[in-house]
């Protein structure tokens, strides 16, 4: 790998960036650099939108695709090879911003560039594809990582109705396009310590000669390091160029997902296959954390408050790991070995996580409980399977996050379950179970008390969605569905 500037496409041309730190985030150079101050900094961690950027850059098949991410967490060498778009490029006429006019959505105006970005990006792609206008409760989602102190959330969401009479999309794309081709071809970058293989077989030989070297996937936390702890990261290989690792594909009754694939493109797949599974997607983090965030750094993190590991323990997921041409596998169970740490040998990465799709009749739900219902961190989350038999329950896994020093299934409860009757008196023996499994502690998020209860509840809740007579319906939870009916 040769050294060369970091190139990408910025206001409508291709930019070759050469003297900032590898570590620098991509607001600080739009702001102290560049001198696009549109962008604003917030919270610097990516919980507020105000820093929203739309990246783009093409898949496999040449598709481009365009999305909001927070500039404050995306490493300025991540952008190699792909498309920045601020609100200084929509000029004032974007539909999004007609419409935030129009429906006097903006206030302070600190949060509006954020908020418009990412309506630009959901206009773009609706449009784009033929999808029309998104119902309330889509908007809501869409804007779950945007902040707003100061305006309220009503006219902001009428803003992001009424952008949609303008139903064509609104932001040129051929020559964003044009640009991504030309640069397709480029050489792996190579950066004052910042390597980006684009291959599988690279990234493999480059891990074992730098073993120590820092992994970095989507950066939704080690930039954090960065930017709130001011930790030196040494060198780094970044994953995201390495497309090998962002396919999904579901063969021989297996759903592999690539480390480096998207929390939104994994989640997706994991609830195509497990619809269940798709309000656990919605309150996982926010849009644009989820565009850049991969679910192998989600799982290679190790954290005992993870969103995807319960889940993945409930659905019995297996994970590749690999060193050189070397492969193993082995249960996520047994990955952790204790407050984030791991099995990973020097030299060894996450490749895949596997998950088996062919389950048999099967219950399967995904809890999270938070302080504020989107975009914050679990102070509990549980994935909870049932492998049901004439309603008697032949095999269980439940796996609760928050609980432990690390995402642990709930051992001890799941042997009172198997070979009973899911019946209220087994679930109040799994309930008394629960205490023996878990002595959690307490912190900022809960007590160890509330998450002692709240884990009996999740699981009683779990059996009243599933019981073999008069189950709870999907509606009887949701809260979209009881606020429609009030």
Known sequence: MSQR????????????????????????????????????????????????????????????????????????????????????????????????????????????????????????????????????????????????????????????????????????????????????????????????????????????????????????????WVNKQFRELGEVIYLGRVAELQRISAVDGLLRIGAGASLTDAWDALASHWPALREMGRRFASPPVRNAGTLGGNVANGSPIGDAAPVLLALGAQIVLRRGEVQRRMPLQDFYTGYMCNQLQTGEFLQAIELPLHQGPHALRAYKLSKRFDSDISGLAAGLWLQLDGGVVREARLAFGGMAATVRRASQTEARLRGQPWTEATLLAAQAALDLDFEPLTDLRASASYRQRAARNLLRRFWLETRPDAPLSGAEVSVWAAEASS
Request: proline residues 6%; charged residues 20%.
């Open 5 to 224: 500037p970091i190139r990408f496409v910025h206001r409508g041309e291709i930019v070759s960036v050469q003297g900032p730190a590898p570590t620098m985030s991509v607001l600080a150079w739009l702001r102290e650099q560049q001198r696009c101050t549109g962008t604003k900094e917030g919270c610097n961690e990516g919980d507020c939108g105000a820093c929203t950027v739309i990246v783009g850059e093409l898949d496999e098949a040449g598709a481009l695709r365009l999305q909001p991410m927070n500039a404050c967490i995306q490493l300025l060498p991540t952008l190699d090879g792909k498309a920045l778009l601020t609100v200084e490029d929509l000029q004032g006429r974007h539909p999004a911003q007609q419409a935030m006019v129009a429906c006097h959505g903006s206030q302070c105006g600190f949060c509006t560039p954020g908020f418009v970005m990412t309506m630009a990006a959901l206009h773009q792609n609706r449009t784009q594809a033929g999808e029309g206008a998104p119902t309330r409760a889509d908007l809501a989602d869409a804007l779950s990582g945007n902040l707003c102190r100061c305006t309220g959330y009503r006219p902001i969401l009428e803003a992001g109705e009424r952008m949609f009479e303008q139903p064509a999309p609104a932001i040129a794309t051929e020559p964003i396009i044009a640009a991504l081709r030309g640069m397709r071809h480029d050489s792996a970058l190579q950066y004052a310590g910042f390597f980006a293989p684009q291959s599988l077989a690279h990234l493999a030989q480059l891990r074992v000669a730098k073993p120590e070297a820092r992994l970095l996937a989507g950066g939704t936390d080690v930039a954090l």
